[in-house]
């Protein structure tokens, strides 16, 4: 049910109703409340639902975003990443066409994004994910907020295990409940997402819990491999309370105040992703001290080895319609870390061994990128190989033969940040599968100057695959290994047959 005024759209959800914006055809409902408040004794919980309103409640602002540290010198004129006071952060916003809201026309396919940022950090309140664009172009757009940190993905006794999954999971079950009412189709959903993002929309792939509540996948730069045991995360949780002087449980951890709670979890991340990372082990070749748990209805088991059993692809229930995939990688992913931070100049070719050691690939291998133009650069690919493009070829040689197609990507526009040495790198590709290259928070990745019509190129694929599961290049197999090119020197619809092969080969095996 819906209705509207000139201007101030309103939708009646089954919590109450809420009134949005709307300007060029385009409504927008902001901070939409999908689950109760994580507060008190529901901090550490599982989401709960939200409590119903009387009043038509307002969401014309995005609202309040999880606690989380601020980006760092000097990610932090890179990035965006508002923060907003309040309780409600587990909220959602949807932009949708107008005229949609009056039940006019077929329902709309649904985007729904999952954002990243290291599973610490990051909302849905971010400028570039504004989905204007999307509803512009027939689809309807959700981007929604979860719990981050030691809040979301701590291993703690006393609480259940990736309440941040939970969230992404009661966020999807709101799409299915109430999308109708935005004029979008509950049986035409595609979970998105960047890096964490990413992670999550495959973990949420290979997740028995989560079958029949999407039907595809886009996965930018994160795949199926990035989870930790149950026995890491509980070592981070000790960590984290032996600094703060409290037991590593929920209980122990709620003592402490919260800006307190966020300061020791940021020095903690920074000490596992610059330090002795060797000495945190996967974690720490991660980077990343708080990712999902192996263990749970959201990660039963690692998702690539689920995915590769055919156990935990959500295309194997009988009664959830096919999930097709969409997955790839940026071309120089890692050079987002080593630019900013000035390491590529100090990289020598005898720091590539050790570098392969460390990721455990043997030195023989490790001379394949002996060839790049500088040593930092092969350090960068051989990084980047490892953490992204490897397990986004594993995710989709795991879906050979099943019932839905897998369809691989690489973007190569370089950015002209840092001098131009910033590159194809890490989350530079995110404002163009948006078309969002003219929001100005979004310029500290790709600058002010962007070329639209790699914008146009890109989210057309985007909306193409959403709205019927083909993006307009064939699918990834056995015999060609297609992979289509964005911002390449080719210039546009240019698809590769198994690019850097040499360098896929090396890892077979071992990654």
């Known amino acids: 049910m819906s209705a509207s005024v000139p201007g101030l759209p309103i939708v009646t959800t089954g919590s109450g109703a809420v009134r949005g914006t709307a300007s060029d055809g385009i409504a927008a409902f902001k901070g939409i409340p999908y689950a109760a408040a994580p507060v008190g004794p529901r901090r550490f919980a599982a989401p709960e639902p939200a409590a119903p309103w009387a009043d038509v409640r307002d969401a014309t602002a995005y609202g309040p975003t999880p606690p989380k540290p601020a980006y760092q ?82 291993a703690l006794p006393d609480a259940p295990p990736n309440r941040g999954l939970l969230d992404q999971l009661a966020a999807l079950r709101w799409v299915r409940d109430e999308i109708a009412a935005f004029g979008g189709d509950p049986a035409r959903v595609t979970i998105a997402g960047e890096s964490a993002g990413a992670m999550s929309a495959v973990t949420l792939l290979a997740a028995p819990a989560a079958r029949g509540l999407f039907h595809g996948v886009i996965a930018q730069s994160g795949a199926g491999h990035h989870v930790q045991t149950e026995e890491s995360a509980r070592r981070v949780a000790e960590e984290l309370g032996r600094r703060l002087e409290v037991e590593p449980t929920a209980a122990g951890f709620a003592t402490v105040p919260i800006d307190d709670f966020i300061a020791a979890q940021l020095l903690l991340s920074t000490e596992v992703s610059s330090t002795d990372r060797l000495a945190w082990g996967d974690v720490g070749l991660d980077g990343m001290p708080f990712e999902p748990v192996i263990g ?8 690539i080895d689920a995915l590769q059993d055919a156990a935990g692809d959500a295309v194997s229930d009988d009664d959830a319609p096919p999930v097709r995939l969409l997955i790839g990688t940026n071309a120089e992913e890692y050079r ?26 043997p030195a023989e291998s490790a001379e394949a990128y002996l060839d790049a133009a500088t040593p930092g650069d092969g350090l960068e690919a051989l990084i980047s190989d490892w953490f992204f493009r490897v397990p986004a070829i594993r995710a989709a040689e795991a879906r050979w033969g099943g019932p839905a197609p897998t369809h691989v990507y690489e973007f190569r526009w370089r950015s002209p940040v840092l001098d131009g040495e910033l590159g194809a790198a890490h989350a530079v590709e995110i404002a163009f599968a948006f078309d969002t290259t003219r929001v100005e928070s979004g310029w500290g990745m790709i600058g002010p100057d962007a070329p639209q019509e790699l914008a146009d190129e890109m989210h057309a694929a985007w909306v193409a695959f ?10 990834y197999d056995p015999a060609r ?31």
Not at 98 to 126: M, Q, Y
Not at 467 to 474: C, F, L, Q, V, Y
Request: some cysteine; proline content about 9%.
């Open 73 to 154: 010198p000097p990610f932090d004129t890179m990035l965006s990443d508002p923060m907003i006071a309040g309780d409600d952060v587990l909220n959602l916003n949807v932009w949708t066409p107008e005229d949609r809201l009056d039940g006019g026309g077929d329902p709309l396919p649904v985007l729904f994004w999952i954002h990243g940022g290291a599973f610490r950090a990051g909302t849905g309140a971010v400028g570039t994910y504004d989905g204007s664009a999307f509803a512009r172009d027939g689809v309807v757009c959700v981007t929604i907020n979860y719990r981050l940190g030691m809040d979301g993905f701590g």
């Open 296 to 303: 749970g209805e959201a990660v039963p088991r690692r998702p």
């Open 336 to 361: 987002f870390w080593l630019v900013p931070l000035g390491l590529l100049p100090h990289v020598t070719a005898e720091t590539l061994p050790f570098a392969g050691d460390a990721y455990r690939l």
């Open 466 to 475: 959403v709205a019927d599961g083909d993006p307009g290049w064939p699918a």
């Open 481 to 511: 290994r297609a992979v289509r090119i964005f911002g390449g020197d080719g210039g546009r619809d240019v698809v590769e047959d198994d690019p850097h092969g040499a360098r896929r080969e090396v890892w077979d095996g071992l990654r």
